[in-house]
């Protein structure tokens, strides 16, 4: 019995406007934990870790293209910050395009789910806004679970595999094409 261990790398991108959770969510993916868990010198470290990890919100084109997929966060809370993320999809599409890239995996998060309390953007909107750009959409609440933060990266990975898969398909039937032709012209100077 021969078991194949499939693996992918792939570089994400974190946006979204100031204190939105980009940190919190990144940490609760790695560690499982909340970052306001963590006493002074943890967050230190923490913070020393995501200086490498995490990019900051502003815009350029390399960043862009380093990037094979996307999550782009704004909190419930903050109708501003939901207002940045249509405008970071704009500029991604339009990034990626001139490089004749298929469609770009892009996951929208809105955080902060657990202070429903303070609540300004719906579900529904962020729901739409999603549909309407052909992204895939989520709440969560960094503070609160683990389990949801860890949809967000699957189901952005799961994208960027189709939109790999869909660059490669093209050269695939061609190699597909060229081995078959490969085959016939052998049989065609066997049989001379
Ligand atoms: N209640 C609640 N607070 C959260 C949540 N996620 C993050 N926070 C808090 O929101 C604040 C900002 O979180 P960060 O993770 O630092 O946000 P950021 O987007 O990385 O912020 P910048 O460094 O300004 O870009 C911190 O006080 C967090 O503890 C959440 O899901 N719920």
């Known amino acids: 019995l021969v078991k194949l261990m499939l693996t992918m790398e792939a570089n994400v991108l974190l946006l979204g406007a100031d204190s939105v959770g980009k940190s919190a969510l990144t940490v609760r ?6 970052i306001g868990e963590y006493g002074d010198i943890g967050k230190l470290l923490l913070f020393v870790f995501l200086l490498y990890l995490v990019s900051q919100d502003h815009f350029d084109e390399k960043r862009i293209q380093w ?20 405008q970071h999809i704009e500029s991604i599409k339009a990034t990626k395009d001139n490089f004749g890239t298929e469609k770009v995996p892009i ?19 962020g729901r739409l ?8 959409f989520y709440e969560v609440s960094a503070a609160e679970t683990y389990h949801g933060v860890l949809l967000v990266f699957h ?3 799961e994208r960027i595999k189709d939109s790999k898969m869909a660059v490669k ?18 049989r065609r100077t066997d049989s001379l």
């Open 129 to 136: 806004l999603a549909l309407s750009t052909d992204c895939d």
């Open 107 to 125: 996951v929208i998060v809105g955080n902060k789910r657990d202070l429903h309390h303070r609540r300004v953007v719906s579900s529904e909107e």
């Open 169 to 186: 398909k093209p050269a695939s039937i061609k190699s597909i094409v060229k081995s078959m032709s490969a085959v016939f012209a052998r």
């Open 29 to 34: 993916f790695l560690t499982r934990r909340f």
């Open 67 to 86: 990037a094979d997929g996307f999550i782009l966060v704004y909190s419930i809370c903050d109708r501003a910050s939901f207002n940045g993320v249509q």
């Open 155 to 157: 189901g952005l990975v």
